[in-house]
């Protein structure tokens, strides 16, 4: 998922925690029972009172400060984690990673559904059973119709996943082909009197619970419009509801009337009555509002001048949190000057990673990148392409190397834009790279966007985005998610806004090798893990992006928050933040 | 005996001056004139020799990152951008003034770059637009201005229109838009074509904006010259349009555009230093003096001279340019020498 502020890559956790899912996720596909990656089980039974929850700390307005929107509001088309963090709270899926701290963060529980699916025909069948009773916040109650029809809104909405995350149900080729009338009868069978969801893939898919843990795969009413919906908000089954969404000013939650606990994992009550993320202010302004104690989180980087004093004077406020991201470059390969491999080795070669990770905070805050999948996550493998000197590791950039690549691609002297959020820590890390490519010999021009846009922006090749910087958090854990989600062919839709290979690269003989390895995922994750390696070598050959550095995230929280805790997986838990 | 003499006064000794020399006289005896000048001439020299003082003295390229540099202090080698080492270690600081010439006199902004050096350039940028826009600014809307109140009728009516709807938007917001697209795309307008990026869009986009507040005065002026007698007499002898407007309207109407020339220049300047602030007039990594403010906007609360120094810079520069404003405008005004006599 894409996202703003401040992350890291998480190291060994990471790896145990993912390796375990997928193991077990292996086994449960050839076996028919009913566990998946992350080895949830079966639900709590719903109560008014959860075990664990505090009412003495329920109450109050949770106040939120972001620098700028995040984009449409619509939870099947949203693909930021600022908007992510608040859906934990307020939709809810068939499955649902599992909503505490630590590593149990990255597990997978049955959210609508009572209980994990029943898994059978070799992994191609996924059968659930829906909970009763439960009503989304507009008093309707969840029915398998609205299953079904939110998993034909993936496609009629061109949700920025539906090509990679739902392409393996049956009929979704289709959807994909024809949105618009999108039918996934086939594919999707609700039984009404059974209260049940069996969805039918052409092809096993050990990710597929993972899959259907994120927001893309909420559950929405089935009246739901086929198209963005924009800043109008959609009911939910979770325990708020977005009230309203004012771009230029603010967005507020509130509580779900309807909401009852069902599963504490999954959903659990929420602590704040009202929840409210403001925008607008400048990141030096969300900061000193923080320190202020009129406002609660700040949701963007923090500016570099702050980083000091929130270290020291607001230790005890300020959560650093590894991670599993990174920050990367991607050059578009289908346009000038990009589209020679050259010249995009030559950026590889002369990004000095040390001098980002500087101007990002840093060695505390970030380490330098050299491949595309995060340092000790599923399938990495220590390698770097594009380091002076040679090594495993980074150590420092080659600009004679990088300055020689560029005249033998024939493209020195050529005019490169750079499109980077308008935020301070994103300008000035396009503002160094904007400096590199004109060391190696381009006329580079810097394009600072809104944060609120240039995700989607750089996405659209009617844009003809040459070089950016963006930013990659896991969607869950699995090599796939950073390699098949951002650089496989299905991916890449020209003149979408939802084209997340922001590259545009489409190599054959790579996606085959990623085809592979996904179906590699079936039998043996030790063994797909080594192939996704392997794709990861194959893609920095070609090297239609430069990785930058793997960052940490810094939740700075007031004085008067408590309770704080960091799901792996989505971050802060927003609503489990006390604020009495 | 008795002696006479003739009484000659200094007026029937010397020949009469014209208007221009007697202008000259009067802001060479002005002091705040003077002193103006001199402090303009003196950021404009200091400015030019941007390129000296970067290679030569601080050896430094300002336009180039320097993240991962060092610098001397006191003899020892220092980061230049060091980072935090107490607390939970985060952030890292640009090294701060060393009052150094040859070592980030200024300090470092956040991309490492000497502050002193990028201030000249910036100066040089900043002032190369405020009096360029000026310049354009004023001969546009003296042109428009003369044809609009000369020719009247149709013409004049289409050029009020046109002034109306510039000056129908706020002057910032009209110029903040412009910028956003032309930025974007450059601008191609008939033979015209400027590159997004080039100084020269600032330039025009901040002369057009203010052409009506000139031109506005211009056009009245020369509505009232045209119903003077000399003017009626040209055109009653049979004087062509073009002799009329070069011999008795324009230098009627010059000593006005003089006065606006400076006074534009500041403004004109402040205009500039607020569209790069917002990031839509001087491009990275080109500087101005906006430039420099808005990249020591996030250094506000530990290196606040990055935003300082540009801000007293323009502050400086504007007031030089009113005061020799006000001069000017003295000087080649005979109402207020009259009031100044009285």
Same mark, same amino acid.
């Given at each position: ?39 949830? =089980? ?8 959860? &075990? ?5 700390? !329920? ?38 990673? +599992?909503? /505490? ?13 009572? &209980? ?44 920025? +996943? ?14 994909? &082909? ?58 939910? /089954? ?27 994992? &999954? ?120 380091? !002076? ?64 846009? =240039? ?10 985005? =040459? ?45 085959? @090798? ?30 239609? +992006? ?22 792996? @997986? ?11 | ?50 390129? $000296? ?19 001397? $202090? ?37 991309? *490492? ?41 149709? $013409? ?123 990031? $839509? ?29 540009? *801000? ?31």
């Amino acid at each position: 998922m894409k996202h703003y502020t401040i992350a890291a890559a998480l190291a060994s956790v990471a790896l145990l925690s993912a390796t375990a899912a997928c193991g077990s996720g292996g086994s449960t596909a050839s076996g028919g029972s009913s566990s998946a990656p992350g080895g949830g =089980q079966s639900s709590s039974s719903g109560s008014s009172a959860p &075990a664990g929850y505090d009412p003495a700390h !329920a109450g109050g307005t949770l106040h939120l400060v972001a620098n700028a929107a995040a984009g449409s509001l619509d939870p099947q088309v949203n693909y930021t984690l600022q908007y992510w963090q608040l859906y934990q709270a307020s939709y809810d899926g068939l499955l649902a990673f +599992t909503k /505490t701290a630590g590593d149990a963060s990255f597990t997978v529980v049955p959210d609508l559904a009572t &209980a994990m699916p029943t898994v059978s025909d070799g992994g191609k069948t996924y059968t659930f059973q829906l909970h009763s009773g439960i009503k989304f916040s507009n008093g309707q109650p969840v029915t398998t119709k609205d299953v079904v029809a939110s998993f034909e809104r993936i496609f009629k909405v061109s949700s920025p +996943t539906a090509g990679t995350f739902y392409v393996g149900i049956v009929g979704a080729t289709a959807c994909l &082909a024809k949105p618009a009338t999108c039918d996934l009868s086939k594919g999707i069978v609700a039984d009404d009197a059974a209260n049940t969801v069996t969805i039918h893939l052409t092809a096993a898919d050990p990710e597929f619970p993972y899959k259907l843990a994120v927001p893309h795969a909420s559950i929405l009413p089935a009246d739901t419009p086929g198209k963005d919906m924009g800043t109008t908000p959609i009911p939910g /089954t979770g325990a708020y509801y977005f009230a309203s969404d004012d771009p230029n000013r603010q967005l507020t939650m509130k509580r779900n009337p309807y909401f009852k606990v069902w599963s504490v994992a &999954a959903e659990p009550q929420g602590y704040p009555d009202e929840i409210i993320q403001t925008f607008g202010l400048t990141v030096e302004d969300e900061v000193t509002a923080v320190e202020n104690g009129q406002a609660d989180w700040v949701y963007d980087p923090l500016p570099a001048d702050r980083l000091g004093e929130i270290g020291t004077k607001y230790e005890s406020q300020a959560h650093v949190n590894t991670l599993t991201a990174m920050f990367y470059a991607p050059m578009n390969v289908n346009i000038a000057p990009f589209n020679n491999p050259k010249a995009r080795q030559a950026v590889n070669w002369a990004i000095d990673r040390s001098a980002m990770v500087k101007i990002y905070g840093g060695t505390n805050l970030a380490a330098p990148a050299c491949t595309f999948l995060p340092p000790d996550f599923p399938g990495h493998v220590d390698f770097c392409d594009y380091t !002076a000197g040679g090594g495993a590791t980074w150590t420092a950039p080659d600009l004679a190397k990088a300055k020689q690549l560029v005249q033998e691609s024939g493209t020195a002297g050529q005019t490169v834009g750079v499109v980077v959020q308008s935020d301070d820590v994103n300008k000035q890390l396009g503002e160094y790279l904007q400096s590199v490519l004109n060391q190696i010999g381009y006329k580079a021009v810097l394009k600072p966007i809104s944060p609120n846009i =240039q995700f989607t922006y750089i996405q659209n090749t009617k844009n003809k985005v =040459q070089i950016s910087i963006s930013s990659w958090y896991q969607d869950y854990p699995a090599a796939s998610d950073f390699l098949h989600v951002l650089l496989s062919c299905a991916s890449f839709h020209p003149g979408s806004d939802t084209s997340i290979n922001i590259s545009g690269f489409c190599d054959k003989p790579i996606d085959t @090798q990623m085809d592979a390895a996904l179906t590699s995922e079936q039998t043996s994750m030790t063994q797909a893990n080594t192939m996704w390696g392997q794709v990861d070598k194959a893609v920095m050959a070609q090297a239609p +992006t430069a990785p930058l550095f793997t960052p940490k995230l810094i939740d700075f929280t007031s004085s008067r928050i408590k309770h704080y805790e960091f799901s792996k @997986q989505f971050y802060m838990l927003v609503d489990q933040l006390w604020v009495k | 005996m008795t002696a006479t003499s003739t009484v000659t006064t200094p007026s029937a000794l010397a020949p009469a001056r014209g208007p221009w020399r007697t202008a000259l006289a009067d802001l060479a005896r002005d002091r705040t004139a003077i002193a103006s000048f001199a402090i303009l001439m003196l950021i404009v020299v200091v400015c030019l020799l941007a390129p $000296v003082y970067a290679h030569y003295i601080a050896h430094t390229d300002p336009f180039q990152s320097n993240v991962s540099g060092t610098t001397v $202090v006191n003899g020892k080698t220092v980061p230049v951008l060091a980072p935090t080492t107490s607390g939970l270690g985060l952030g890292v600081t640009p090294i701060g003034p060393t009052g150094d010439v040859h070592h980030y006199f200024l300090g470092a902004d956040s991309q *490492g770059r000497d502050v002193m050096a990028r201030l000249l350039y910036g100066g040089r940028n900043s002032l190369l637009i405020g009096l360029s826009s000026a310049l354009i600014c004023c001969v546009a809307a003296a042109l428009l201005g003369v044809i609009a109140g000369y020719f009247g009728g149709v $013409v004049d009516t289409i050029l009020n229109w046109f002034f109306d709807v510039i000056w129908a938007f706020p002057v910032y917001l009209l110029a903040i838009s412009l910028s956003v697209v032309l930025l974007t795309n450059g601008l191609r307008l008939g033979p015209l074509s400027v590159q997004a990026g080039s100084l020269w869009l600032p330039i025009l986009i901040i002369a057009a904006v203010y052409v009506p507040y000139v031109a506005r005065p211009v056009r009245g002026q020369v509505l009232a010259l045209r119903g003077r007698e000399f003017i009626q007499a040209s055109i009653g002898i049979g004087g062509s349009d073009v002799r009329i407007l070069r011999r008795d309207v324009l230098p009627n109407i010059a000593p006005m555009v003089l006065v606006f020339l400076p006074l534009m220049a500041a403004i004109n300047m402040l205009t500039e230093a607020a569209l790069s602030f917002l990031s $839509v007039g001087v491009q990275p990594p080109a500087a101005s003096w906006g430039t420099i403010i808005n990249d020591g906007l996030g250094l506000l609360y530990t290196r606040p001279t990055v935003a300082i120094a540009p *801000g007293l810079m323009v502050v400086i520069t504007a007031v030089t340019l009113n005061l020799l404003g006000d001069s000017v405008r003295s000087a080649l005004d005979p109402k207020a020498r009259l009031r100044g006599a009285a």
